[in-house]
Nanobody, 121 residues
Framework: QVQLVESGGGLVQPGGSLRLSCAAS????????MSWYRQAPGKQRELVAG???????NYADSVKGRFTISRDNAKNAVYLQMNSLKPEDTAVYYC???????????????WGQGTQVTVSS
């Protein structure tokens, strides 16, 4: 069974940068949209950034100009470069991927386990 393995979270000071990574644990037949979501304590999970297989992107207004999503299709991986981090970016970040594990399986959305990002001085 495929898993999405995340890494790169941690503690950073305001204004700092972090790069999150997420990769599928096994070879995948096809991946469509790959995204990053986040959930802060007491809040609903929200979309941070999405990247379709054709290259179109979608960013939350709060991160535009600061965060960049990218992917490496050969590695079945997605990345989130986060610059100029603010305390309000503190949350658990989750990657997601809409994918087919084999050509015979339906497309399904898989989620990573989440990685904590804390922005604090």
């Amino acid at each position: 069974q495929v898993q999405l393995v995340e890494s790169g979270g941690g503690l950073v000071q305001p204004g700092g940068s972090l790069r999150l990574s997420c990769a599928a644990s096994i070879s995948i037949f096809s991946i469509n949209t790959m995204s990053w979501y986040r959930q802060a304590p007491g809040k609903q999970r929200e979309l941070v950034a999405g990247l379709a297989s054709g290259g179109s992107t979608n960013y939350a207004d709060s991160v535009k100009g600061r965060f960049t999503i990218s992917r490496d299709n050969a590695k079945n991986a997605v990345y989130l470069q986060m610059n100029s981090l603010k305390p309000e970016d503190t949350a658990v970040y989750y990657c997601s991927a809409d994918l087919q594990t084999t050509r015979w399986d339906p497309k399904f959305r898989y989620w990573g386990q989440g990685t904590q990002v804390t922005v604090s001085s």
